[in-house]
């Protein structure tokens, strides 16, 4: 019901964190949504009006996406996604992010993950960093 809402948030957000366009188009974004994503990963939406305002994917041992809407970024809304996510985990998670943005490294440490890794291992053929957050 939202995921072409959901895509167009999630493009916006990415885009403007790494500085450059996505590579995939907007209909492969949505199928990647809706039938990829979905089969790996708990998708969760955030919601204002019906607006899709922030999206996390995530099973119990990883953060695969976490995206919040440009205009709301800043309010709690992704730390709200992240609690759910280490609520409902093994007690460990992990992500990657992208060396070059500053943004979501500074929130991810803010809320207790640590470098474990960095390389590059993304469509993008960016640097990005692997994360660890532990309950212990």
């Known amino acids: 019901m939202y995921a072409e809402q959901t895509v167009e ?3 916006n957000s990415k885009e403007q964190a790494l500085g450059q366009k996505e590579i995939h188009s907007f ?3 949505v199928n990647f949504l809706n039938y990829i994503l979905k089969d790996q990963f708990q998708v969760y939406l955030a919601l204002v009006d019906e607006v899709v305002v922030g999206m996390i994917a995530y099973n119990e041992n990883e953060i695969s996406q976490l995206y ?3 205009g709301f970024q800043g309010i709690g809304i992704g730390q709200s996604l992240l609690e759910k996510a280490k609520e409902q985990s093994t007690g460990r998670l992990t992500l990657h992010t992208f060396e070059v943005n500053m943004k979501a490294q500074r929130f991810y440490e803010k809320h207790g993950f640590k470098i474990i ?5 993304n469509e993008e053929n960016l640097p990005d960093i692997l994360y660890e957050w532990t309950s212990k």
């Open 9 to 11: 948030m999630w493009r």
């Open 27 to 29: 209909e492969n974004h």
């Open 68 to 70: 919040i809407h440009i």
């Open 117 to 121: 890794g960095r390389g590059y291992e």
